[in-house]
């Protein structure tokens, strides 16, 4: 089984993400993946209730080498290094479950969104499956740290990253990067892709065709913004009117990887070098039309 957990080796702790960059930037793409960290710190996995496979349900395992190739091809890549099960960044900064916690939480704090009542909030409650993470209360100051530490520096990177890109271009396009479970009961025709562009809101669809077309020719069936439209990233950074465009993808594991043993399948690689091809086709077009 593939544990990663730097921590757990007795190596020192990475920093809560890693960006490669490109020796010149060819277009105005930035490429990220929040929910493919996988360094579990410690002190969580001897509080949690889950052994060293149940706990990584969350993960987007391995999203971030699907993406390997942008540097090279002139695009910027962020991935988170924390796991999503620890901190999400994927979610507003401060989405609690009241329950979760030993004391009362900050009135600021988010405790009703949907996220929260599904136990996926900022800090998670439960993994994808389900399964409760905790053997006890968190205090608010533990929340709070994680905050600190992981979701807060990511962000302050994209956003540098979005401002960055847009200054060289006068546009931006930042494709989130993602992987989508299996589900009991999918049809057969289910997609291997879904584009979620907060159903038109978040991205222009000049730019959702244009990678829509890529995946169609090489045969993947993509649906958008079902049931997948874009989370906090999307919602939040996608603002077209100022030029900045985001556009997540969800890719299915079962193209990629074995999602009960969280191993990766010889078809991954099949599936890399389609996505680099795409990034590459996408690296040399002409994004003017993005600009405001």
Known sequence: MDLP???????????????????????????????SGRVYPAEFLAESRLDALAVR????????????????????????TFPRVYCDANREPWELDPNMFDG???????????????GLGTIARVVASGQPVYRRRLAFSEAEARV????QPYHAALAELIAETRAAFGCCLVIDCHSMPAH???????????????????????AV?????????????????DPYAGGYVTRHYGRPREAVHVLQI????????????????????????DL?????????????????
């Open 5 to 35: 957990m730097a921590l757990l080796a007795g190596q020192s702790a990475p920093g809560p993400f890693t960006l490669l960059r490109p020796t010149r930037l060819r277009a105005p793409l930035v490429f990220a993946s929040p929910h």
């Open 57 to 80: 349900r969350s993960e987007d395992s391995f999203v971030e080498e699907l993406f390997a190739a942008a540097p090279e091809l002139g695009l910027p890549l962020l991935a988170a």
């Open 104 to 118: 009362p939480l900050p009135a600021w704090v988010n405790s009703a969104s949907p996220r929260v009542g599904a």
């Open 148 to 151: 600190q530490r992981c979701w």
């Open 184 to 206: 009991p009961g999918q049809p057969a025709n289910a997609p291997d892709m879904v584009l979620g562009d907060a159903h038109g809101t978040a991205c222009a669809t000049k």
């Open 209 to 225: 065709r244009r990678v829509e077309e890529q995946l169609w020719g090489m045969g993947y069936r993509v649906r958008r913004n």
């Open 250 to 273: 969800e890719i299915a594991r079962s193209l990629y990887m074995d999602e009960a043993a969280i191993e990766r399948l010889p078809a991954m690689a099949r599936l890399q070098h």
């Open 276 to 292: 680099t091809s795409m990034i590459a086709a996408l690296a040399g077009m002409d994004w003017s039309i993005l600009r405001a």
